[in-house]
């Protein structure tokens, strides 16, 4: 079966400064990998995915992730956060292109100012 | 990309009365599901929504409780049955199918039982 895990439950960055979010999955074969933000009151927005080819994904609103393979690990960047950034972040696995996702428990981040 | 268009954005209801939501896709896809988001929480799968037949429950959701439909390829409801204050939550379906292997969601419903 398919999990997810992140580790970091709540994190607090100034703004400015850089991110990453960690994500472990587990899974057997090549897995199909998300990040979507959540804000207050809102459903969720895809950040990026990673399906094949080049391991490091670009996303909107400047984020990027990177797919290790070795490490089970699909972390989320950003070089600067802004203080709009401010949300609720899933990771998320798949075992294809029309499969269930299976999500982490998310990360809240918080910006200050 | 598609857009799903999802309702009630919110409700407050009624202890031992029942909800049907609405997800309405703008194209075909291949899959829809119903996700819950208790709150604080992240989403579990509730069901797979099949076109034309019976949805796929994960374990710990039944029918009786969450009966589906999907009619055709583009809309799907989700109805939440006798409800308890305990069934208080977001409730999201999403669709996946679409050309760029996407998956998107609904803007959620909103659940207040009391």
């Known amino acids: 079966a398919q999990s997810v895990t992140q580790p970091d439950i709540h994190i607090t960055v100034s703004e400015g400064a850089s991110l990453e979010l960690r994500c472990n999955y587990s899974?057997?074969?090549?897995?199909?990998l998300f990040w979507y933000v959540q804000s207050p009151g809102q459903g969720l927005q895809l950040l990026l995915k990673y399906f094949s080819g080049d391991t490091l994904v670009q996303g909107i609103k400047g984020f990027e992730a990177e797919f290790k393979r070795s490490q089970s690990s699909f972390n989320l960047r950003k070089p600067s956060v802004h203080w709009s950034d401010a949300a609720e972040y899933f990771c998320?696995?798949?075992?294809?292109?029309?499969?269930?996702?299976?999500f982490g428990t998310g990360t809240r981040l918080q910006v200050t100012l | 990309s598609a857009v799903i268009s999802q309702k009630p954005s919110r409700d407050i209801c009624q202890r031992g009365t029942s909800l049907t939501i609405q997800c309405q896709v703008d194209?075909?896809?291949?899959?829809m599901f119903w996700y819950r988001q208790q709150p604080g929480q992240s989403l579990t799968l509730i069901a797979t929504?099949?076109?034309?037949?019976?949805?796929?429950?994960e374990s710990g959701f039944v029918i009786d409780k969450f009966p589906i439909s999907r009619p055709n390829l583009t809309f799907s409801t989700l109805t939440v049955s006798n409800m308890s204050p305990e069934d208080s939550s977001i409730y999201l379906c999403?669709?996946?199918?679409?050309?760029?292997?996407?998956?998107?969601f609904g803007s959620g419903t909103r659940l207040t039982v009391v």
């Open positions: 998320a696995v798949g075992a294809g292109t029309a499969s269930k996702l299976t």
């Open positions: 929504a099949n076109q034309g037949s019976e949805a796929t429950y």
């Open positions: 999403s669709a996946t199918g679409i050309s760029n292997y996407g998956y998107t």
């Open positions: 899974y057997g074969a090549t897995p199909y």
């Open positions: 194209s075909q896809v291949t899959m």
